[in-house]
């Protein structure tokens, strides 16, 4: 069994703000899926407002995985100048809990790669992109914070 690392202290404040950072980035994407992506059928039809949304979505994700990294005593150090790579990510995470990791690759995979890179516009695809991106999310929740789920958000 894994040893759990000791958790850093993040102020109580902190937390939340992060959390409510990271749920404001999938509240505006998910408002900008509804409001201007145009769902006809089981598809967006502007792509544009679809690489939008998946481009905010993963950016709450990685609020969320630098949040809880950081809880967990397993920070990435940013370089000046460099970017974190997503294996950065992975390999932390994978030390750490395989069911954020799980969630983290799918949030990237249909986020990241498949909605904002390739464009995919099939609403079921890109909801489960922000299902993943939500449950990283609440991975940071603070106590007496609500969990945030899919359906509290604009469909």
């Known amino acids: 069994m894994q040893e759990r690392p000791k958790a850093k202290t993040m102020s109580t404040k902190e937390r939340q703000n992060r959390y409510r950072e990271a749920v404001r980035y999938i509240s505006n994407a998910s408002e900008i899926l ?8 089981k598809y967006y039809q502007d792509d544009k407002y679809v690489r939008m949304a998946c481009a905010t979505a993963y950016n709450g994700v990685l609020l969320a995985a630098d ?10 150090e940013k370089k000046k100048g460099a970017r974190v790579s997503v294996d950065d990510y992975r390999m932390r995470l994978a ?3 395989k ?3 799980k969630n983290f690759n799918t949030a990237y995979e249909i986020l990241h790669l498949v909605g904002y890179f390739e464009g995919e516009t099939k609403s ?11 449950d990283v999310i609440n991975q940071i929740k603070p106590a007496g914070e609500a969990d945030l789920q899919l359906n509290q958000l604009p469909s």
């Open 34 to 41: 509804r409001a201007k992506a145009q769902k006809k059928d």
């Open 95 to 97: 030390k750490l809990d």
């Open 67 to 76: 949040t809880y990294l950081e809880m967990m005593g397993k920070a990435i």
């Open 124 to 134: 079921d695809i890109i909801r489960s992109g922000i299902d993943s991106a939500i």
């Open 99 to 101: 069911s954020v990791l």
